[in-house]
C-alpha cells in the first residue's frame, strides 16, 4: 500500500478549497457554476469542521474561532431567523438559504487553517468574473438585442458585478504602497493603477446596460473613501485618483442616456411620490413595501412575521397600499426585509456583524497594509447601500455571492494578520 504523507494530503485540499473559491467567483454567471462551486465551499467547510472536532489538538483553535465577532454575530442571525420561521409555522423550504447562512460561518475556520494561502487569488478571480459579465452584457445587448440585460435578474446581476468591480479598486494600493517588498517598474506601475479602474468602469457599463440604478448609490461615497485612505500615504496621488474617478462619473453622467433617464426618472418619481402620487412606479413600489413592512410588523417586533405571516399579511392588505406590492417576495430593503421577515434581534446581529466587517478590514489595513482588507471593506459600503434598495438574502444567488464572499474574504485576511502577528512576537 501507497502511504501518502499527512502534510501533502493537507496540501492538496488546500489547494482544492481555494481553486473551487477561484472557479466559484471568475465563472460566477456561467451556467449554474455558482451554485454547484458554493455548495462544495459550504459542504468542505463543515466537514473541515467536523474534522477539527475530532482532533483534540484542534479543540482550542474551534474555541477562539467559534467566539470570534464574525461567527458569532451571523451565526446569531441565522439562528434567530431558523427560530422565527420555525415560530411562524413557515415551511421547510423557507429555513434553506437560512441554513446556507449557517454553513457560510464555517469558512473562515477553513481559511486559517489549512496550511497553504492563495489570498491574492481573489483578485485575478475578480477580474475574470467582471470581464466575463462584461462579455454575457455585451453580447446580449448587441447580438441578443435584448435592451436591458440580465442574468439570474437584472438587479442581482448588476449589483453583483459592481460588488466585485468596487473591491477591484483595493488592488490600486499596490502603487501606494511604499514598504511593498516588490518593486515595480514604472511601467507595471502604471498597469497595476489603471487596470483596477478599468475593471470598475467594465462593471458599472453592465450596470448601465442592466439600467439597475441601485449599484450607482454607493459609487461617490466609495470614491471618497478611497482617496482618503489612500490621502495619508500620497497626497498627490490621492487627489489625482479622485480628480480622474469623479471626472469619469461625470463624463459617464454627461454622455449616457441610460444614467440620465434612470436618474431623472427616480427623482420624478421621489417627486410624484411626495404628493401623493406615483405608489405604482418603481420608486414609489418600493416606499410602499417599506410603509407596508414597517406598518405589519409593529405588534411582532421580536421575532417578526416569517415567510408564512409576511404571505398573509400581504393577501389581506388594505387599500392604503398600492395592491401591486403583492407581487414582490420581498419588501426591496434587506434591513427592513429581515425585521419584518425575522424580527428585530436578527436584524441587530446583522447589523452587528456588517458593522464588525466593516471595523475589522479597515483596521487589518492600516496594520498590515493588505489589499485584500481595504477590498473587504469598499466590499461592505457597497454592500450596505445595496441593501438600502434591493434585498439580496431572500435568493440562493445573493447568498453566495455575498455572505459567502465575505466569509472567504475575512477568513483570508485573518490569515494575513495571523501572519504578521507571528512576525511581530
Known amino acids: 500500500m501507497i502511504m501518502i504523507d499527512s502534510n501533502i494530503k493537507k496540501h492538496f485540499f488546500s489547494f482544492l478549497f481555494y481553486f473551487i473559491f477561484f472557479i466559484f467567483v471568475s465563472f460566477f454567471f456561467v451556467g449554474r457554476i455558482y451554485s454547484y462551486a458554493g455548495s462544495i465551499i459550504l459542504a468542505f467547510s463543515l466537514f473541515h469542521f467536523a474534522y477539527l472536532l475530532l482532533c483534540n489538538t484542534k479543540r482550542r483553535v474551534i474555541k477562539n474561532n467559534i467566539f470570534d ?26 429555513f434553506e438559504l437560512h441554513f446556507k447562512v449557517l454553513l457560510a460561518c464555517f469558512i473562515p475556520l477553513a481559511c486559517i487553517n489549512l496550511p497553504i494561502r492563495f489570498n491574492n487569488v481573489f483578485f485575478i478571480a475578480s477580474s475574470i468574473m467582471i470581464l466575463t459579465s462584461l462579455s454575457i452584457a455585451l453580447w446580449q445587448h448587441e447580438v441578443k438585442d435584448i435592451d436591458r440585460v440580465s442574468v439570474k435578474g437584472a438587479n442581482a446581476f448588476a449589483d453583483i458585478v459592481s460588488f466585485f468591480g468596487v473591491m477591484s479598486l483595493a488592488a490600486i494600493w499596490l502603487v501606494f504602497n511604499k514598504k511593498s517588498k516588490i518593486i515595480y517598474s514604472k511601467s507595471v506601475k502604471y498597469l497595476i493603477f489603471i487596470i483596477p479602474i478599468v475593471l470598475f468602469i467594465s462593471s458599472m457599463y453592465v450596470t448601465v446596460l442592466a439600467a439597475n440604478r441601485g449599484s450607482w448609490i454607493s459609487i461617490p461615497l466609495i470614491l471618497i473613501v478611497l482617496s482618503l485612505v489612500f490621502f495619508g500615504f500620497n497626497i498627490k496621488k490621492s487627489i489625482l485618483s479622485l480628480f480622474a474617478l469623479f471626472a469619469l462619473i461625470f463624463l459617464s453622467y454627461s454622455v449616457s442616456d441610460t444614467i440620465n433617464l434612470r436618474v431623472s426618472q427616480a427623482l420624478n418619481e421621489i417627486k410624484l411620490y411626495s404628493v401623493g402620487e406615483g405608489s405604482g412606479t418603481s420608486t414609489g413600489l418600493r416606499f410602499e413595501m417599506w410603509k407596508f413592512g414597517i406598518d405589519s410588523v409593529a405588534d411582532d417586533l421580536v421575532l417578526g412575521l416569517g415567510v408564512k405571516g409576511e404571505r398573509e399579511a400581504k393577501n389581506n392588505v388594505s387599500d392604503e397600499y ?13 434591513f427592513i426585509n429581515i425585521l419584518v421577515f425575522n424580527g428585530i434581534f436578527a436584524l441587530l446581529f446583522y447589523l452587528l456583524w456588517l458593522g464588525y466587517l466593516a471595523h475589522f478590514f479597515i483596521r487589518s ?7 485584500l482588507a481595504l477590498a473587504g471593506f469598499l466590499g461592505v459600503i457597497h454592500y450596505f447601500f445595496v441593501s438600502l434598495v434591493n434585498v439580496k438574502l431572500s435568493y440562493n444567488v445573493g447568498v453566495y455571492a455575498f455572505i459567502i464572499v465575505f466569509s472567504f474574504i475575512y477568513g483570508m485576511v485573518r490569515n494575513e494578520l495571523n501572519a504578521y502577528i507571528d512576525r511581530s512576537c
Request: without cysteine.
Open 69 to 94: 465577532p464574525f461567527f458569532v454575530f451571523l451565526f446569531g442571525y441565522g439562528l434567530i431567523a431558523v427560530f422565527s420561521e420555525l415560530y411562524a409555522g413557515s415551511e421547510l423550504s423557507d
Open 322 to 334: 398600492n395592491p401591486n406590492i403583492k407581487t414582490f417576495s420581498h419588501l426591496h430593503n434587506e
Open 365 to 371: 489595513f492600516y496594520l498590515i497594509k493588505s489589499p
